[in-house]
């Protein structure tokens, strides 16, 4: 069965840490570049982050440069978002997806990725102030 599990949402404080994880069957993650996005209620979707595999080029949102970074680790078929320094803005559900055709232009534009992509179920984190 082919699915993206993410993990490593919760509730923290301010200036605190989370690691999210983005695990894939089915599917070689490694083959396509891959990211998150996230979404605040009643904001729309943005791209947080995205990594290509063939150069490990990365993407990031302005407003959390130098707070977060994004990896991949082929052998575990998986991806992470380390987010350190948490703001109460950052509070969202966050959704990772691959990027199979747009080589994480999609998430540089918050654009909708194409119909084949694979997406997780989403995790909330949650920063109070």
């Known amino acids: 069965q082919v699915q993206l599990t993410e993990s490593g949402g919760g509730l923290v404080q301010a200036g605190d840490s989370l690691r999210l994880s983005c695990s894939a069957s089915?599917?070689?993650?490694?083959?396509?570049?891959k990211g998150w996005f996230r979404q605040a209620p009643g904001k729309k979707r943005e791209g947080v982050s995205c990594?290509?595999?063939?150069?490990?080029?990365?993407y990031y949102l302005e407003s959390v440069k130098g707070r977060f970074t994004i990896s991949r680790d082929k052998a575990k078929n998986s991806a992470y978002l380390q987010m350190n320094n948490l703001k109460p803005e950052d509070t969202a559900v966050y959704y990772c997806a691959t990027d199979k055709w747009t080589e994480c232009h999609a998430f540089r534009t918050s654009s909708d990725l194409s119909g084949s992509d694979y997406w997780g179920q989403g995790t909330q984190v949650t920063v109070s102030s």
């Open positions: 089915g599917f070689a993650l490694d083959s396509y570049a």
């Open positions: 990594i290509r595999s063939l150069n490990n080029n990365t």
